[in-house]
């Protein structure tokens, strides 16, 4: 059973152009929710998403979008990219109704701009 | 507001000493309880929690924290550190928040282990 696995493991990007990570849930998990690990922090939620549906968003930018797919994989995508977006992103996923301390954490993409 | 203080950045041990790693947390209700560890390039891997009942809780290779609500702490512990325990370790605090449950972390505490 493939726990989460995120894509792409690691990316390059410059400043002002656009990315697409990509995270696929643990089997039988319906929710995912991304995090952003600045180097030297811990992860900051960014946004959960349910049913296709965005849940709830951290304290992010309108740049930071995502979407999930029927089969509940799901995208972030971030617009006009900023040397302060370089991070771990990390995909966290877990089955709505589980309850607590469930969730399960992918390896995350490291993404650098320059 | 919610949140998570490590108040230690990094810590160094020698392999076969004991640990402890301190975790406060702000939370308005009774909280949920985590530690996780994260090797370098790695994602974070889930040490032990806490939600109710015993406060010694047990968890992975050898770890322990103890949730003591009086001082809003959450102690990882260990009674004798192996060279593959270094790590970063996290401490989170989570729980439900308009119908959708997240996690806050702390910034982490980096563990060193001396030879």
């Known amino acids: 059973d493939a726990g989460v696995t995120q894509s792409p493991t690691h990316l390059i990007k410059t400043r002002g152009q656009q990315v697409t990570l990509r995270c696929s849930p643990k089997s039988g998990h319906d929710t995912v929710s991304w995090y952003q690990q600045a180097l030297g922090q811990g992860p900051q939620f960014i946004f959960q998403y349910y049913e296709e549906e965005e849940r709830q968003r951290g304290n992010f930018p309108d740049r930071f979008s995502g979407h999930q797919f029927p089969n509940y994989s799901s995208e972030l995508n971030v617009n006009a990219l900023l040397l302060g977006d370089s991070a771990l992103y990390l995909c966290a996923s877990s089955l709505e109704g589980q309850g607590a301390g469930k969730a399960f954490f992918g390896q995350g993409t490291r993404l650098t701009v320059v | 507001a919610q949140s998570v203080t490590q108040p230690d950045i990094h810590i160094t041990v020698s392999e076969g000493a004991s640990l402890e790693l301190r975790c406060n947390y702000s939370?308005?209700?009774?909280?949920?309880l985590f530690w996780y560890v994260q090797s370098p390039g790695q994602g974070l891997q889930l040490l032990l929690k806490y939600f109710s009942g015993d406060t010694l809780v047990q968890g992975i290779k050898g770890f322990e924290a103890e949730f003591k609500r009086s001082q809003s702490s959450f102690n990882l512990r260990k009674p004798s550190v192996h060279w593959s325990d270094a790590a970063e370790y996290f401490c989170a605090v989570g729980g439900l928040t308009s119908g959708t449950y997240k996690y806050i972390f702390g910034t982490g505490t980096r563990l060193k282990v001396l030879a």
């Open positions: 939370y308005g209700a009774t909280p949920y």
